[in-house]
């Protein structure tokens, strides 16, 4: 084995670690709400698009600021956590793309409604190395199920509004 192989091996396993790390901190800003470390895993011109599924239509988000935003209206109504399942990863020098199932287990929450799930799909995501490192420069997420509970607390009397007087 000469050395180049074995440097070109070794900066192959680094980029690999390097992009399943940027997947954990895409993860972990995501479902603590840190909008702007979210949106700092992506290009400075980055995209994040859902595909339509169900009554959802597509959306698709491109930028820092817009990226940031979006995690923030988000965030206010909705909170979960990202179950990822490990990339297929393909790496081709300073480029690499993966496909990404996912769960993601959230709850959603308004004045008169709290509705629980559970989302199953993936993600096709391109990646870039930038001067920063390995960043995400489109992800498109594809719902392809959905389980859902809801519950409304106004049809929820309290005991004591259930006594014969």
Same mark, same amino acid.
């Given at each position: 084995?000469?050395?180049?192989?074995l440097?070109?091996r070794?900066?192959?396993?680094?980029? /690999?670690l390097?992009?399943?790390?940027?997947?954990?901190?895409?993860?972990?800003?995501w479902?603590?709400?840190?909008?702007?470390?979210?949106?700092?895993?992506?290009?400075?011109?980055?995209?994040?698009?859902?595909l339509?599924?169900?009554?959802?239509?597509?959306t698709?988000?491109?930028?820092?600021?817009?990226?940031?935003?979006?995690?923030?209206?988000?965030?206010?109504?909705?909170?979960?956590?990202?179950?990822?399942?490990p990339?297929?990863?393909?790496?081709?020098?300073?480029?690499?793309?993966?496909?990404?199932?996912?769960e993601?287990?959230?709850?959603? /929450?308004?004045?008169a409604?709290? /509705?629980?799930?559970?989302?199953a799909?993936?993600?096709?995501?391109?990646?870039?190395?930038?001067?920063?490192?390995?960043?995400?420069?489109?992800?498109?997420?594809?719902?392809?199920?959905?389980a859902l509970?809801?519950?409304?607390?106004?049809?929820?009397?309290?005991?004591?509004?259930c006594?014969?007087?």
């Amino acid at each position: 084995m000469n050395a180049h192989t074995l440097e070109s091996r070794l900066r192959t396993i680094e980029d /690999r670690l390097a992009i399943l790390d940027i997947e954990a901190d895409y993860a972990h800003a995501w479902d603590l709400g840190t909008a702007r470390q979210w949106a700092e895993v992506f290009t400075e011109d980055g995209v994040f698009e859902m595909l339509s599924a169900g009554n959802l239509p597509a959306t698709r988000i491109a930028g820092h600021a817009a990226l940031e935003a979006f995690c923030d209206q988000i965030r206010e109504q909705w909170s979960g956590l990202h179950y990822m399942h490990p990339p297929r990863l393909r790496i081709a020098g300073d480029t690499a793309e993966s496909v990404i199932f996912f769960e993601f287990r959230h709850v959603m /929450r308004t004045d008169a409604h709290l /509705r629980q799930g559970v989302t199953a799909g993936y993600y096709r995501t391109a990646y870039v190395r930038t001067g920063a490192g390995w960043r995400i420069r489109e992800r498109i997420e594809q719902a392809i199920g959905e389980a859902l509970s809801h519950f409304y607390p106004g049809d929820l009397a309290p005991p004591s509004a259930c006594r014969h007087g």
